[in-house]
């Protein structure tokens, strides 16, 4: 079963992500390391197609090229991409921040710094441990920055007389159909407010239900949100699921 966690954006609204498992963590790493190495290698073929291999050649290859790839690929990618490498993006994870902010420069070189001892010199024994025992899915350079991976396509899931109820689009009307240009991860978002307003009442939760009904209005064009916020969220993830199913 997969793991979950709460993360409060900033502007305080409680979200909750699928955490990335350690088999979509441990296969993205094996697609980096295959760049990685095909990176090295190639390099390392036009240098001899160049006929580079004296020894000047093979010392400026080494410390110039294929040990900085080697290094060095993983951090540059998740700073200059979100969060994400190459096999990052091909599992569909990302690095994300426990306290909901954008993580820092700092954060992504403090995983990087404890990746070396967590993943390489350790055979990855000590990182796949700290995964899977860890309640957050954090290794050791996650909890020192404060930071886990999480799935970016998590399930956009409704009970089952929700469905039942609106099995085709012959059998169901939507009265939003703007609603289809709407973004998966905003309709994520309106789920779990409507989740969160559901399970605590509370003023929070219901001033974060009226501020997301007034930008999914804005989103659709309308003059304004309906009177009854909580009917008008559910109108929408209803024809969310009935259009882009």
């Not at 070189?109 to 024994?125: D, N, P, Q, T």
């Not at 899915?137 to 899931?157: C, E, H, K, S």
């Not at 703007?178 to 407010?193: P, Q, W």
Request: charged content about 20%.
């Amino acid at each position: 079963m997969s793991q979950s966690i709460e993360i409060v954006t900033t502007q305080n609204v409680p979200i909750v992500y699928e955490l990335a498992g350690l088999r979509d963590r441990a296969l993205a790493f094996l697609l980096d390391s295959l760049i990685i190495w095909g990176g090295i290698l190639v390099f390392g073929l036009l240098f001899l197609a160049a006929g580079l291999w004296d020894e000047d050649s093979v010392i400026f290859y080494w410390f110039f090229i294929a040990i900085p790839i080697f290094f060095f690929y993983t951090p540059l990618m998740e700073i200059l991409n979100d969060g994400q490498t190459v096999g990052k993006m091909a599992l569909r994870i990302k690095v994300v921040k426990l306290n909901g902010r954008e993580v820092s420069l700092g954060d992504y070189l403090m995983r990087w710094v404890f990746r070396s001892i967590e993943i390489y010199f350790c055979a990855g024994s000590i990182a796949s441990m700290m995964v899977s025992s860890s309640d957050k899915g954090q290794r050791l350079g996650d909890l020192l920055a404060n930071t886990t991976v999480i799935r970016l396509q998590p399930r956009l899931n409704m009970t089952m007389s929700d469905l039942q109820r609106i099995n085709t689009k012959e059998n169901y009307q939507p009265r939003f159909p703007e609603v289809r240009k709407v973004s998966e991860e905003d309709m994520l978002l309106v789920k779990h407010v409507l989740e969160r307003f559901q399970k605590f009442s509370n003023n929070a939760h219901k001033q974060a239900l009226i501020e997301t009904a007034e930008a999914m209005a804005r989103q659709l064009h309308l003059d304004k949100a309906p009177n009854n916020k909580v009917e008008f969220l559910k109108v929408l993830l209803r024809d969310y699921i009935v259009l882009t199913r």
